[in-house]
């Protein structure tokens, strides 16, 4: 049984694999892939986000990821490719191991937004 926040980040990190923004760029490109920005709504107006990002917060995830939720985004879909990213990566992991726990099979942690803003990546208000 996990009694830590160490040992739900090594449980997240050894299922959902950590990818770089140019691998991250390669599978946008490649299509039928969701991005997902689990920072807070008030992180994403300072900085912006991925392109194309969908903005779920962490606490929102399940129940936005899960089609028989009420409160279900329809962009979410598994059969899709899902990258999650937050500022530092804690919880892009967290919330990739949550989506492979729901049945997501390709989930991947772009960890944080400002490693893709800062190789380049295409960002938006």
């Known amino acids: 049984m996990v009694t830590s926040v160490k040992q739900l980040m090594a449980e997240a990190n050894a299922a959902v694999p950590k990818i770089t923004p140019a691998e991250a760029r390669e599978m946008i490109a490649k299509g039928n892939t969701l ?7 008030h992180e994403v107006e300072k900085s912006g986000k991925i392109a194309g990002a ?11 990821a899960d089609p028989e939720s009420p409160y279900h985004d329809k ?3 598994k059969d899709k490719t899902v990258i999650v990213y937050c500022a530092s990566g804690g919880r892009s992991a967290l919330s990739g191991k949550a989506l492979k726990d729901l049945g997501y ?7 944080a937004f400002k490693d893709w803003a800062e ?3 295409a960002v938006e208000a």
């Open 35 to 41: 991005v997902v920005d689990v920072r807070d709504a």
């Open 54 to 64: 969908v903005n779920v917060s962490r606490g929102m995830l399940e129940f936005r």
């Open 75 to 77: 962009n979410f879909a």
């Open 105 to 111: 099979g390709e989930v991947f942690n772009a960890g």
């Open 119 to 121: 190789s380049g990546g």
